[in-house]
């Protein structure tokens, strides 16, 4: 439909089938995503109206991928609410139900506050009924009326704006069989409001800053009701990925359709093996207030179970990026099962870098810390007028239990404050940092093993 308007000519174009428009959606951690569509509707030379039915739209968000096109205007009308029908309808008399075979007609005189009129004169200043209204005075979907200027003509319409209600997760399942590791990972993406017939569909990684306060939710759209029921789909292809700035964006294979509540599972990249070490760490406490004080109570601590899959650079999975999310680690038992043994939460890792997991305490091997020895003396000041010196020397004792049928490594990291050095351990120590020492004890299959060191502080 052509019209001409205020010196222009508009175009009138309502949007509302599949095949009307081709949909892309880049989709973040936070529940933002933006939404770029394609339109077949032509643009003339200067100013276009088109009349749009887009979910979700802020129109505060709203503009053209196109460097000659421009958006003059954009207002978006939400699906109707009964006080926005009954305010379409003042003026006009309805029918009202009050119970089921029973109605009552009345003119609605305004909506807000609502006041009706009877066929006798009387006025109602509440709803006589449940009303029921005709079709043209209820909007069943978003309406945007928006304007677009083109400096020339263009032979589809591009329009781009950020939603809300939409958000993906990444899960990783690494199998672990000796020294190796079978590693896989999927990317889920789940819709709360946000729901299209058929999207190319991107994934963002990394850390994106929010600075609007303002978001669709608080023109009065809010997220669609509870999800009644999850769904989950597999895709046999896989995701792809490429760096845009400094996130990474992974494009997921074919088209899909998004539902609210129903997830979608793709797979991230193929199934690959690497290699994997097993540490087994007692962890070392920095002391209240970086300093040291005297406790004789021995105290157990427990044995941390962690697993680095090496990931070398110039390999298909060293190269790739990997989305923050989570790591299930699974192992078989005697009979051949896999079995659930750990579960962590990666950081995004960049290509060529390890990945770290805590799978969480190991069982059948114990540690148990105890102060043996603590002295404490005043030491003179480095010049005159500053504050004396303290010098604490303390002696520990790391018994380690292994109940096993095989020997075991045990790291035992140390944590200390201000200037220190190890004076003497049963076993050799090495520095890892300016707060951290760590002694690499080998405990026996069925045994124990025990670690005595004596550290000194200056401070």
């Given at each position: 439909m052509i019209k001409y308007v205020r010196g222009a000519w508009c175009v009138g174009l309502l949007v509302g089938t599949p095949l009307a428009a081709q949909t892309s959606l880049s989709i973040y951690r936070d529940g933002r995503v933006v939404v770029r569509r394609t339109l077949p509707q032509a643009l003339q030379q200067g100013r276009n109206a088109l009349t749009l039915r887009i979910e979700a739209l802020d129109p505060a968000t709203l503009f053209s991928p196109d460097t000659v096109v421009s958006v003059t205007s954009a207002t978006v009308r939400?699906?109707?609410?009964?006080?926005?029908?009954?305010?379409?309808?003042?003026?006009?008399?309805?029918?009202?139900?009050?119970?089921?075979?029973?109605?009552?007609?009345a003119t609605v005189v305004r909506a807000d506050p609502p006041q009706f009129k009877l066929p006798d004169g009387r006025l109602l200043l509440s709803p006589p009924g449940e009303p029921l209204f005709s079709a043209e005075l209820v909007r069943t979907s978003p309406e945007a009326q928006v304007v677009l200027d083109a400096s020339r003509a263009r032979p589809r319409t591009e329009i781009a704006y950020v939603a809300q209600g939409m958000r993906w997760e990444t899960l990783y399942q690494v199998v672990l069989t000796g020294t190796k590791a079978q590693v896989s990972g999927t990317a889920t993406v789940i819709s709360q409001s946000f729901r299209t017939d058929s999207a190319d569909v991107q994934l963002v990684a990394g850390s994106i800053q929010g600075a609007r306060n303002k978001s669709i939710d608080e023109y009065g759209v809010g997220?669609?009701?509870?999800?009644?029921?999850?769904?989950?789909?597999?895709d046999s292809l896989i995701a792809t990925e490429e760096a845009v700035g400094e996130t990474h964006v992974y494009q997921l294979p074919g088209r899909l359709s998004i539902e609210p509540g129903v997830p979608v599972t793709t797979a991230l990249f193929p199934r690959s093996s690497a290699p994997v070490v097993q540490e087994l760490i007692v962890p070392g406490v920095l002391p209240w207030r970086g300093w040291m004080g005297?406790?004789?109570?021995?105290?157990?601590?427990?044995?941390?179970?962690?697993?680095?899959?090496?990931?070398?650079?110039?390999?298909?999975?060293?190269?790739?990026?990997?989305?923050?999310?989570?790591?299930?680690?699974?192992?078989?038992?005697?009979s051949g099962r896999v079995q659930l043994i750990g579960e962590a939460s990666n950081d995004h890792t960049a290509p060529?870098?390890?990945?770290?997991?805590?799978?969480?305490?190991?069982?059948?091997?114990?540690?148990?810390?105890?102060?043996?020895?603590?002295?404490?003396?005043?030491?003179?000041?480095?010049?005159?007028?500053?504050?004396?010196?303290?010098?604490?020397?303390?002696?520990?004792?790391?018994?380690?239990?292994?109940?096993?049928?095989?020997?075991?490594?045990?790291?035992v990291r140390e944590a200390h404050f201000g200037s220190w050095k190890i004076m003497e351990s049963s076993v050799s120590a090495e520095k890892l940092s300016s707060t951290e020492s760590r002694f690499r004890v080998q405990v026996p299959a069925g045994g124990e093993a025990t670690l005595t060191y004596t550290v000194q502080i200056e401070q």
């Open positions: 939400y699906p109707s609410s009964s006080t926005d029908a009954l305010a379409q309808a003042v003026g006009q008399t309805m029918s009202f139900v009050r119970s089921k075979g029973d109605t009552i007609r997220a669609a009701s509870g999800v009644a029921f999850l769904q989950r789909r597999a005297q406790n004789q109570e021995p105290n157990r601590v427990p044995v941390q179970v962690w697993y680095t899959i090496k990931r070398a650079a110039k390999t298909p999975f060293g190269d790739r990026p990997l989305p923050a999310g989570t790591v299930q680690l699974y192992q078989a038992d005697s060529g870098r390890d990945l770290r997991v805590q799978s969480g305490g190991a069982f059948d091997i114990t540690a148990e810390r105890v102060q043996t020895d603590w002295n404490q003396e005043q030491l003179p000041p480095v010049r005159r007028g500053m504050p004396n010196r303290q010098r604490v020397t303390a002696a520990y004792r790391v018994t380690i239990t292994n109940a096993k049928a095989e020997a075991v490594n045990v790291d």
